[in-house]
């Protein structure tokens, strides 16, 4: 029984920052795997960013040295930092977490880049 909220979406110009958090539920959130997912009109939900239980990062190419998705496991909270934001970064984020072959999900906050 695990409920993850998102927030901090919004609308942003292109090259402006956006700060994405996800509060999980529950006492498992110490133990999980974590990550931020996105969907584009049209397109497949694709990976963004995900990090272990012991801080370890991985990135999509299209968002490295961009996107920095970190984790406060006192606070049962993940981040996903958004800077020199694209228009083709335009996207439903959705939160995700891993624990044990289980995978929950948030419902999603809409962010668009545009001028």
């Known amino acids: 029984q695990v409920q993850l909220v998102e927030s901090g979406g919004g609308l942003v110009q292109p090259g402006g920052s956006l700060r994405l958090s996800c509060a999980a539920s529950?006492?498992?959130?110490?133990?999980?795997?974590m990550g931020w997912y996105r969907q584009a009109p049209g397109k497949e939900r694709d990976l963004v960013a995900h990090i272990t239980t012991t801080g370890s990062t991985d990135y999509a190419d299209s968002v490295k040295g961009r996107f920095t998705i970190s984790r406060d496991n006192t606070k049962n909270t993940v981040y996903l930092q958004m800077n020199t934001l694209k228009p083709e970064d335009t996207a439903v984020y959705y939160c995700n977490l891993g624990a044990y072959g289980i995978e929950y999900w948030g419902k999603g906050t809409l962010v668009t880049v545009s001028s």
């Open positions: 529950g006492r498992g959130f110490r133990t999980a795997l």
